[in-house]
């Protein structure tokens, strides 16, 4: 594995960001992480540093153990950098980092360390840009993906939920009034929009998540819904789409 903390470090620096984020150390350990997986054959994909056993840094820290945003252990350096890298790889994971598929999996890991490089480019507006809560570095990937026209293959705007999604289950977004530390996932947005693919709202990956018989193809009008899944063709698409803010029915 090539090292890109330092990368990550120099990356923040040479846009004028504060050494050491109140938020997280740097992305340098999810840059790392997120690359050097595709194709990987390492016995534990999510020790972060295999080669050094000491350091014992992971990119799977469970929210459960107080791995979470507002957790005990989001102390900022490199504890948050954990929670940090979590979320990221999550994300990674979700967009293709676990198809099995190795061509997938490189175009997912491209894309996502490309907003990561891109949202630090757009934090400095001035010689100190301090970052203390994640939900502004969100915001900057969200802005990094509905910004994108095109990569390689990939069009922009695809990632913006997935990427809310990957820091709501590392404990960001909790609702007004949940305790504190964090210890659970936080909460969907007030109003989602959704078809439902079997994942139950969640964004886990899925190979074929348009498999499903919430879209279906009819060659003349009807309201009538099927009991499985339709093949395509000169017909009429028709979609049950439903609106809810319930954490297990969330779906794009």
């Keep these: 594995m090539r090292k890109y903390p330092p990368f990550g470090a120099l990356t923040r620096h040479s846009r004028g960001c504060r050494r050491r984020p109140r938020a997280a150390h740097s992305a340098g350990d999810s840059i790392g992480a997120v690359l050097n997986d595709p194709g990987t054959r390492a016995p534990d994909r999510f020790v972060t540093f295999p080669w050094i056993s000491p350091i014992g840094r992971r990119h799977d820290v469970p929210v459960t153990g107080g791995w979470a945003w507002g957790g005990v252990n989001d102390t900022g350096g490199y504890n948050s950098e954990q929670i940090l890298s979590t979320s990221h790889f999550r ?54 993906d509905i910004g994108t026209a095109m990569l390689d293959d990939q069009p922009g705007g695809c990632c913006v939920k997935v990427i809310r999604w990957a820091f709501e289950q590392q404990g960001l977004f909790q ?78």
């Excluded at 007004?176 to 139950?200: E, L, Q």
């Design 91 to 144: 994300a990674y994971r979700s967009t293709g980092g676990d198809s099995p598929g190795l061509a997938m999996q490189q175009n997912a890991a491209r894309y996502i360390v490309y907003l990561i490089i891109r949202g630090i480019g757009s934090l400095a507006t001035t010689p100190i840009t301090p970052t203390p809560n994640p939900t502004v570095w969100v915001t900057a990937l969200q802005n990094a």
């Design 175 to 252: 609702p007004p009034g949940a305790p504190v530390p964090v210890v659970t996932p936080g909460a969907p947005p007030p109003v989602d929009v959704y078809i439902d693919d079997g994942r139950g709202g969640q964004y886990t990956y899925a190979e074929q998540f348009w498999r499903t018989t919430e879209v279906w193809n009819r060659h003349a009008p009807t309201e009538e819904r099927p009991t499985k899944r339709q093949s395509s063709g000169n017909s009429i698409t028709r979609t049950c789409a439903s609106t809810t803010a319930a954490p297990s029915q969330r779906r794009a």
